[in-house]
């Protein structure tokens, strides 16, 4: 296991966090990030889960829209949002054809490690095609997963024209 991994989740300021993150907060570099999002940008959320995300970025002004490749957490984070009364839809999809037309965000998301879970070169490449598609011109596209090294060339082949913030 990488060290920085290891030793980041066991300083207590970490722990103290992650305590948070059930709790509808951005983790500190996703506030970072979203601070320089434009005001009320429209957002897509690309692996929406529960709405962790979502919830707290809708909190702040922006107008979010979530996307999860999992109907149960969909559905899940749907009910949240009806007791919550927020103007905040959840989507299912197949994980591959992003159910939006052309240039509707301002800003996607694909944070919480998500962009790991796209395995293969390939699925890789497609899926940053879409979600350069869905955004405007000058869109900002932000990802995290757990190494630097994840999206290598691809960020230069097919991406070069979005403003990236890598988290
Ligand atoms: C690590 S969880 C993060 C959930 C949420 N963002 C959070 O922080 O609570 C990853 C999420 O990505 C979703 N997912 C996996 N592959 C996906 C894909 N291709 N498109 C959209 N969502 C996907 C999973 O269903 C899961 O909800």
Redesign the pocket.
Known sequence: MNTNVSEWYEKKEHIDEMKG?DRGKLKIWEQRVANNFPVRAKIL?????????AFALYSQGFEVVG????KD?VDKANEESLMRNCKLIFYY?D??HIPFGDGMFEVVII????FG??YGKSYKDS?LKECKRVLKPEGLLSYSGHSCNILGSIIMTVLMTINFIHI
């Open positions: 993150w959320d690309i692996g929406s889960g529960m709405g962790r995300e996307l999860d490749a999992s957490a999809y994980g591959e944070w919480s490690q998500t879970l796209l899926f």
